[in-house]
């Protein structure tokens, strides 16, 4: 079941991220963040971004979520996208579906393109970013160092929807969940 990602789900999220975090480069955070921490972070992308989370018998096993590209008022209908699934939950289509529904919700909030960034050499983040419609627009490189080492970014970007001359402002997403029945339907 694919819903909507709640402050509840702070412990669950961080047992997700806490070994990518620990032990490996994908993310640049240093430290694990706390079910605290990443409990304040849903509560405060819900209000403008979705964030989603796959749920089999009670439990969380893949969150997508997006966020602002930039903070600056142009970049308003660009967002960056991350999605990370529980060892257990790989390999069984949970990232493409979660895809699915953030780029459906985004699209609906009145959003035109998502951008990722992938820390490189990410063979198997690249190919599943590729095979959900983003393309690359550049690297950064050297721009992080983690685990001894420089790490290059890339970065993957797809057009959701063309918002043509005169694009409305984006629907903030706690607004937009309000006037839908299900956002993940």
Not at 13 to 22: C, Q, S, T
Not at 44 to 58: F, R, Y
């Amino acid at each position: 079941m694919i819903r909507i990602a709640r402050a509840d789900d702070g412990a669950a999220l961080a047992a997700i991220y806490a070994p990518i975090v620990a032990e490996t480069f994908i993310s640049f955070e240093e430290d694990p963040p706390s079910s605290q921490e990443m409990s304040a972070r849903i509560e405060q992308t819900l209000k403008t971004h979705p964030w989603l989370v796959v749920e089999e018998q009670d439990r969380v096993l893949a969150y997508a979520y997006a966020c602002p590209h930039r903070t600056r008022a142009a970049y308003k209908w660009s967002c960056d996208i991350s999605v990370y699934v529980a060892a257990q939950g790989r390999r069984q289509g949970l990232a493409q579906q979660l895809y699915a529904h953030l780029f459906k919700t985004l699209s609906g909030q009145g959003f035109g393109s998502v951008f990722a960034g992938i820390a490189l050499p990410n063979t198997a983040s690249v190919a599943f970013h590729e095979r959900m419609g983003l393309k690359p627009v550049g690297v950064y490189e050297r721009v992080g160092y983690k685990g001894g080492s420089w790490r290059d970014v890339g970065w993957w970007g797809r057009q959701l929807q063309d918002l043509g001359p005169q694009p409305a402002p984006p629907i903030p997403f706690a607004e937009y969940r309000l006037g839908k029945r299900e956002v993940c339907d």
